[in-house]
């Protein structure tokens, strides 16, 4: 999509000349013949860039930059400036103009200003345009997303809560297993009683029937006081049995009988208790398959599977990864006190390209260490350049160094300035010739 420009100049002749150049390059140009038609056309959700000359009856440039910048301190304004504005406009930058351009200028200069301003802007929108998103959806904050797949799971997540009856979901490692079983019973009538999960991979064998169905006082070497088992604890709520495909057979049939009868008895008991609960499973694996390999009990695999959530893997519903990348950043900068990372063009790419095998835990955890600054963003080994010349060396070395001074003083000119011991002129020009935007450099 083209960037939209808003040209703000009182000379015809002018304006039409660089509107021409800058549709000739691409842009999509509005043209306004002063500051009071642009403020009457511009708000804060405008997506471009604003380009004004500074010298214009009524509303000048600066004035309307100031406006602009009470509207959205955000939205980028170029300034172009006569020779003798030049020192206006460097004030203008200091308060946080995104650049200026000096007459005459080459049309290459005001496209590229533009066109790094536009780029810009987008990723601000982008940004904000996340955050609403997050805020939107902080309701159903462990099953974020926007894509389809996700609209339609917390649907039938709804539909379910509050019916009582059991669910299977089925969802890849690091999917968000647990967070559907959090849903169901948050969403549903039982959230004021207790959500017990027990991840049946977790446990030996030995202890895993004493910790799911208790055991009285003397059951067993070692018992000696009553304990009351994860099922009854349930009574009441929702009992959450992760990684269900792990459990014993031998203990698949009692857990069928339970799911059958709502009764349990502990371990050395007779008496059996009554249980109202809500049964939800969670598997990697196809049951069915798991029960032809003869892994798990046919006549279990048939009782659980009365209602399946299938959770979408992450490569399946990869527009959501910005807006969990987001969520996870800004959790982990709150943790760590740290600020939240800046997300280049180059790490949305590989975002998009990676297949997330640890899907939503994987991304967290690739959140934290941005936030962190450990995420390595290196791509591929760029092929050997071919020699260069001595003077292609210098100026490379002088770009490092004025891109170096802006990046510590986040395009603060005074402060680069002084940190370097140039003249303000002679900053501007090498900046120009560089290509370095001080806006560019800011927040």
């Known amino acids: 999509m083209s960037i939209e420009v808003a040209f703000v100049d009182d000379d015809p002749d002018l304006r039409a000349a660089n509107a021409q150049s800058l549709g000739l390059a691409g842009f999509a140009v509005r043209e306004f013949d002063g500051a009071a038609a642009a403020l009457a056309a511009l708000d804060a959700g405008f997506a471009g860039v604003v380009v004004t000359d500074v010298r214009m009856p009524g509303i000048d440039g600066i004035e309307l930059f100031r406006r602009l910048r009470a509207l959205d301190p955000e939205l980028p304004v170029i300034l172009i400036t006569g020779h003798g504005d030049i020192d206006m406009a460097v004030s203008a930058l200091h308060e946080g103009a995104y650049d200026f351009i000096a007459k005459p200028f080459a049309a290459a200069r ?42 339609r799971l917390r649907a039938r997540i709804r539909s379910l809560a509050d019916l009582d009856v059991d669910v299977l979901v089925h969802g890849e490692t690091g999917s968000g297993k647990e967070m559907v079983a959090q849903a169901l019973h948050q969403w549903g009538r039982r959230r004021a009683r207790r959500l017990v999960a027990l991840n049946c991979g977790a ?40 990684e269900i495909e792990s459990m014993p057979l031998n203990l698949q049939a009692k857990l069928l009988r339970v799911l059958e009868d709502r009764q349990v008895t502990p371990l050395g008991g007779n008496q059996q208790r009554r249980i109202d609960m809500r049964v939800i499973a969670a598997t990697k694996v196809d049951l069915a398959q798991a029960a032809k390999a003869g892994g798990f009990r046919p006549d ?4 659980l599977d009365v209602v399946t959530l299938r959770i979408p893997p992450l490569r399946e519903r990869r527009d959501d990864i910005p807006l969990l990348f987001e969520h996870f950043a800004a959790r982990a900068a709150e943790r760590f006190g740290r600020g939240r990372p800046a997300v280049s063009p180059h790490l949305r790419r590989r975002f998009a390209e990676h297949d997330w095998p640890g899907n939503v ?29 001595l003077a292609d060396q210098v100026a490379a070395f002088e770009a490092g160094v004025l891109r170096a001074a802006l990046e510590r003083h986040k395009g603060h000119i005074p402060a680069v300035l002084d940190d370097l011991g140039l003249p303000r002129k002679t900053l501007y020009d090498k900046l120009a010739r560089h290509g370095l935007v001080p806006g560019d450099f800011r927040g």
């Open 110 to 151: 005001l496209v590229e200003s533009v066109r790094r301003a536009g780029d810009k802007r987008r990723l601000v929108l982008e940004n904000r345009a996340l955050r609403a998103a997050l805020d939107a959806a902080a309701g159903d904050a462990p099953l974020m997303g926007a894509t389809p797949a996700m609209e």
């Open 203 to 242: 446990l030996p064998e030995t202890v895993i029937d004493s910790e799911l169905f208790g055991h009285e006082a003397g059951a067993f070497t070692g018992a000696q006081k009553k304990r009351i088992g994860q099922i009854e604890l349930a009574d009441g709520g929702t009992l959450f049995l992760d």
């Open 300 to 303: 279990l695999a048939f009782r």
């Open 361 to 389: 835990r994987e991304l967290a955890h690739c959140a934290e260490r941005a936030v962190l600054g450990l995420l390595d963003e290196a791509g591929p080994e760029p092929a050997p350049a071919a020699p260069e010349s």
